[in-house]
């Protein structure tokens, strides 16, 4: 082999070499406590922090289960920041390759406090890395992401090692307060809680899937099966007021499957604290013409500027700013040459709710323009379809309905006092926002002609002079005969049901009369929520009662009886040939006389 040969073989080898490794973290665990926090974790001076330390696991090599990483052009998701294990730290480096457990047969014990927190009394190998800090803002938050061995095959259904971010004011024996929450709630982030569907057959549901991270492969920056996503733990604190943070990770029952805290570099952040966003994505925007009141008052602060989409807004220096429109608004807020504490909201305006005025006809029996109406038909008017919207209340003057005083407190029924009367509705939107529509309450001049009385005889079985109809079948061509399309029949027991929408009939096609023998029912013909006018139906039963009851009748020889068959309208006897009289005299041998 020639030297050249050589020399470009092993360039080659080192090229892939330093390719391969910047795949990987890098872990550095000779840093101390004071370099950790103050060098890596925070990322201003806007609070003076002391009484810094950090324990962990002792190892014969002198490895530290804590240390300092960086991304080392991996496609970890910090570029640098504070690992802290529950095993050797430098271990944490991809890829993943191997089983993380360490921490067997070691003098390494729990924490009491990460116990108490996750309520558990079964932890070891804790590492703790905690400090006091005297905040200048009123908004403190850093980020992180939990990895772990422990994502692998069942077991996030049954395992999880524990970790707490815990905080109190300095000082006090005040319960802590875990900051290492799932979003919105009070529960741990542990493998337990944070996992897709397990689809095993000891499987489990998901938990929180949507802050898991991924299941990792082979050649991932790290040496973890699974991860979160970078996730933010946040606390509001009084400037000026010393704290206490205590930053803990523990296996739990025994050593096996380590787990690590991933916390992002100059994440450890003091700000101002603006509220929530307000999006539709959250469900939350602002409504139209809202103003918006943001309060960055801070005490110690020296000056306030305000920005919308970063541009600062000429003439916004006071602590609070009234927003009026959409866009991202920042303040920035100074309380030393070297500290400022920003604070941002994003705002989103909803849609305004515009309305017409509409007219709802209802049907009026004596043509005085007064009836009775249900108001909630006026709502659905109003919405015109729009399932977003919900008619929130109804009220007789529209100044009644801007003040949202003096509702109507009977919808159904409701009673106009003058004919074309308007009512006034306010109508709300998924998002809390309101406007008012306005429908005119009048009554419609159509008649509608009254279908032939049915009758049906009893012929069920039970004769008690109630059976059933198909009220479409026998009535609704009837009604609807030269009646404009789309034109619709219900039909109800009572007038005022018919008028108001009550106690529809729901089985119109085995309508059983509850008057027997016979019956008024209503048939309320709509066009949309007007109607165009109300039939009556009359329903009629049939029965013979107990009038007809067989009867054994004992006749001497050559003697004859006269039979009755009753007041019917018609008749038919069973002889030969058929007798239609009313009346048949026939003697013992069954003649006809």
Known sequence: MNTYTAYFRLLFFLLLTSAASAQYIRVDDTYTAQQLIQNVLLNNQCAAVSNISVSGGNFASGSQS????????????FQDGVILSTGRAVRAVGPNTSLLDDGNNMDWNGDTDLEQALDINNSTNATVLEFDFVPLASHISFKYMLSSEEYHDDAPCRYSDGFAFLLREAGTTNPYTNLAVI??????????????????????????????????????????????????????????????????IADETNYRYDSAIFLGGGSFNASTYLGPDRLFATNNPLCNGEAFSMDGTTATATTYQWYKDNTAI?????????????GTYTVDVKFTATCSAKGSVKLEYAAPLTFSTYTLLQCDDDADGLTAYNLAAAGELAKNGDTTLQADAYFTTLADAQANTNAITVINPYYNTTPNQPVYIRIQNQYGCSAIATVNLSTSNNIVTNPAPHGECDVDGTDDGFYSFNLNTLFDNQILASLPAGTQVTYYPAYNDALTFSNVITNSQAYANTTAYAQNIYARVSQGSDCYGIATVQLLVYSFGTSLTNENITLCAGSNITLDGGSFSTYSWDTTPIQTTRQITVDTRAHIL
């Open 314 to 326: 000429t003439g916004a220096t006071n602590p609070v700013y009234v927003a009026r429109d959409a």
């Open 183 to 248: 979003p919105g709630s009070t529960i741990p982030v542990k493998v337990t809680s944070v996992h897709p569907r397990i689809n095993t057959p000891n499987g489990c549901e998901e938990q929180n899937e949507e802050y898991f991270g991924a299941f990792n492969g082979r050649e991932h920056p790290t040496n973890f099966n699974g991860q979160t996503k970078v996730m933010t733990a946040e606390a509001t604190v009084v400037p000026g007021t010393s704290y206490h943070i205590k930053l803990v």
């Open 66 to 77: 804590y240390g300092y990483f960086n991304g080392n052009g991996s496609t970890f998701p």
